[in-house]
């Protein structure tokens, strides 16, 4: 690489906002090129790396058009109402997106997807190298342990996440059905009270717990008689997701336009 990749990140100021700044800085071939805040964010005008220590000499603007001219790509780690602007203009001016956002709606995955038409995208649940090699073994697990087995999935996160269950576990649970044959809208089950009967084999249970400052804990449950299966991802910092995003832009650079996820970038996919 010659030139470095110029990375802009929205909701800059975020939690997740700033461990990104510090990965974009950090990365030997990439530049922080802008850094977005909505229009009542107290940041605004500060520098993007003021939080983490660092003088980038980018300062956090809420001028869309004017960072995303200056971008060969965009991380958004927001929430679905914000990213659905970010998208369309992305899409319009060619700009690739790393999308960290959970909790789409069918009508926000469906714009993503013909926003991947026009530009390059990765969408992921996780962008955590741990955690999506977690759901490449729980593809295998959940093909050998087909039979006698019932499945629970169990997240925890900090008490400000507003989404549950959260992406991962999701994407967790729709990895398990694929590889079983079944369609998770079918056989989620996604809370348990009074009188509910006995457990039916086929469905997969969540259950969610919020509190603290957890980052993100996440385990696959496979129960049989006599013995059980845990697969557990515990992250401990933000950075690990933040890397993981940057290390997908990187990889980005050299598809024009498609949706991508981070089984891609890690050359996971069959």
Not at 141 to 165: M, Q, S, T
Not at 201 to 213: S, Y
Not at 242 to 251: H, T
Request: hydrophobic share 45%.
């Amino acid at each position: 690489m010659t030139q470095p990749l110029n990375i802009a990140i929205a909701g800059a100021n975020g939690r997740m906002g700033k461990m990104l700044v510090e990965a974009v800085c950090r990365h030997p071939h990439t530049r922080l090129s802008g850094a977005l805040e909505h229009s009542g964010s107290p940041a605004l005008g500060q520098d993007a790396g003021h939080a983490v220590g660092l003088n980038t000499g980018i300062v956090i603007s809420s001028d869309t058009d004017a960072v995303l001219a200056a971008s060969d790509v965009l991380i958004d780690f927001t929430r679905p109402d914000v990213s659905a602007g970010l998208i369309a203009r992305c899409a319009e001016r060619g700009v690739k997106m790393i999308i960290g956002t959970t909790g789409f709606d069918e009508a926000g995955k469906t714009a993503i997807a013909r926003a991947a038409e026009q530009t390059a995208i990765v969408f992921a649940a996780n962008y955590s190298v741990g955690v999506n090699l977690t759901f490449h073994l729980l593809d295998t697990v959940a093909r050998v342990l087909n039979e006698g087995y019932d499945i629970e999935i169990i997240e925890a996160h900090h008490r400000h996440k507003i989404d549950a269950p959260s992406g991962t576990a999701l994407r967790m649970g729709e990895v398990i059905a694929h590889a079983l044959g079944r369609d998770l809208k079918d056989c989620a089950v996604y809370g348990r009270e009074g009188q509910t009967g006995a457990r039916d084999e086929r469905t997969i249970g969540f259950a969610t717990v919020r509190g603290g400052d957890i980052v993100g804990d996440h385990t696959a449950l496979f129960a049989a008689d006599g013995e059980r299966v845990e697969i557990t991802h515990k992250a401990s910092s933000r950075m690990t997701f933040a890397a993981g995003a940057v290390r997908a832009a990187v990889w980005l650079q050299h598809h024009p336009r498609g949706l991508f996820d981070m089984q891609d970038v890690l050359g996971l996919k069959p």
